[in-house]
């Protein structure tokens, strides 16, 4: 049986500033479960607030700020002498405030991510993982430009149809349903047939060894 960890609470719970439009969000892991979704309170006066439980990593957040911009950081470091294995922990589950433009860049080691961003204003993902699954939900305004970096990964994203879609792939993919779900192949690059007209576009380059995508709404 695995023990546990105490789940500890991130602190700051960092209060938003009136001046403050944009930030730019870092994490940096090893292993490890990742979530990303909203503050449920869309009036929260909190920029972010989570949890992170591990009985390998310790975690440090650093927050700076310029102007309208954050740029806020979060990083584990292990704290014991050994390999990550089927008993080692290392969970961190973030809430942003709905109020924010975000960039996004997580780099990790193989993972699983489960990324909700219905409610999110996100211009910018970048994501580059070992061989991890990932999952993205993107909402119905969403208008973001998203690179995937992964060993031997699935990939699923929840796209609604309004969007437009353009998919550039830099690598060979063993299972994708691209054409099912209504892309049209130009060479390398899938796009929807509402790409070039729609007021929403979410851009999606992939490289290296992504071996499943899956479409869906």
Known sequence: MIRRPPRSTLF????????????????VFGAAEIKIKSIPDENSK???????SSNFFTLSQRLDTF???ADLTFKASPFIKRLFNSKSINELDLNFSQKINYSF?????????DLN???LKVKNLDIDAGASRVTIRFGESADTDVKVKAGA???????????????KTKSALTSEN??????????????SENCRKAENV???ELESGISKVELAE
């Open 105 to 113: 860049s997580i780099q990790s080691g193989a993972s699983d991510i």
């Open 202 to 204: 979410i851009n999606i």
């Open 153 to 167: 990964s699935s990939l699923k994203l929840y796209l609604p149809k309004n969007l437009g879609i353009r998919i």
């Open 178 to 191: 691209f054409e099912d779900f209504g892309l049209i192949k130009n060479g390398r690059i899938w796009e």
């Open 46 to 52: 909190f920029l972010y607030e989570g949890t992170h």
């Open 67 to 69: 102007g309208d911009k």
């Open 117 to 119: 961003l219905e409610s």
């Open 12 to 27: 700051p719970y960092t209060t938003l500033f009136r001046s403050l439009e944009k930030a730019d969000v870092k994490i």
